[in-house]
């Protein structure tokens, strides 16, 4: 069982910048890391995700060009949050998934979770 730490939330002005990272207990068995986010009445949306051992990376249409995901350490992954926008808020979530192949942005492939983190931007 693969446990995931988020931190680095809070509260930030738009077009300001935050920084999250997860700590995994282990990635040996991990493919793919992501991160997602959740907003009050919405579906879970996915962020950014790296093929763990190759580093490929993935983003959501939604960040692209404001968001970048990196690995740190073996088991330390980033999100590097810039001209953020009160849309971002949202509890963001990092994730980890064992299965090879699968389609990176769906949340349904991950098993392993973190507990989240609440980033709010204010206007």
């Known amino acids: 069982q693969v446990q995931l730490v988020e931190s680095g939330g809070g509260l930030v002005q738009a077009g300001g910048s935050l920084r999250l990272s997860c700590t995994a207990s282990?990635?040996?068995?991990?493919?793919?890391m992501a991160w997602f986010r959740q907003a009050p009445g919405k579906e879970r949306e996915f962020v950014g995700a790296i093929r763990w051992s190759l580093g490929h990376i993935y983003y959501g249409d939604s960040v692209k060009g404001r968001f970048a995901v990196s690995k740190d350490t073996e088991t330390i992954m980033s999100l590097q949050m810039n001209s953020l926008k009160p849309e971002d808020t949202a509890v963001y979530y990092c994730?980890?998934?064992?299965?090879?192949?699968?389609?990176?942005?769906?949340?349904?492939?991950?098993?392993?979770w973190g507990q989240g983190t609440q980033v709010t931007v204010s206007s």
């Open positions: 994730a980890g998934s064992p299965i090879w192949g699968i389609s990176q942005s769906s949340p349904t492939n991950y098993p392993y």
């Open positions: 282990d990635t040996f068995s991990l493919y793919y």
